[in-house]
């Protein structure tokens, strides 16, 4: 399955964005699905996980003001973020791991998030 993110620009502190993940194929079987994001000069990380039961996980730093969502039907997969900082500025990447094994075997294209003090 091909993976197509969008959504990412430019934002002020403190403001919203919602990113989006496109598939191509069905992703009803993908046992999870996830965003991973990468700053300049750092490492990817993963930093929110979604079950296909719904079951969400996050990283301490985005806790509480991200939110992963997946629609099955329409084949997407869904991150709002609010109270943007810009420690947030990265390239945010969709990501399938079809197994559950934290085999991240599809990936999006990347779509960059720039927040501006």
């Known amino acids: 399955v091909q993976l197509q993110g969008s959504g990412g620009g430019l934002v002020q502190a403190g403001g919203s964005l919602r990113l989006s993940c496109a598939a191509s194929a069905s992703i009803f079987s993908f046992l999870a699905m996830g965003w991973y994001r990468q700053a300049p000069g750092k490492d990817r990380e993963l930093i929110a996980r979604?079950?296909?039961?719904?079951?969400?996980k996050y990283a301490d730093s985005v806790l509480g003001r991200f939110t992963i969502s997946r629609d099955n039907g329409k084949n997407m997969l869904h991150l709002q973020m609010n109270n943007l900082t810009p420690e947030d500025t990265a390239v945010y990447y969709c990501?399938?791991?079809?197994?559950?094994?934290?085999?991240?075997?599809?990936w999006g294209q990347g779509t960059l998030v720039t927040v501006s003090s």
């Open positions: 990501a399938a791991d079809k197994y559950g094994t934290n085999q991240w075997d599809n």
């Open positions: 979604i079950s296909n039961g719904n079951m969400r």
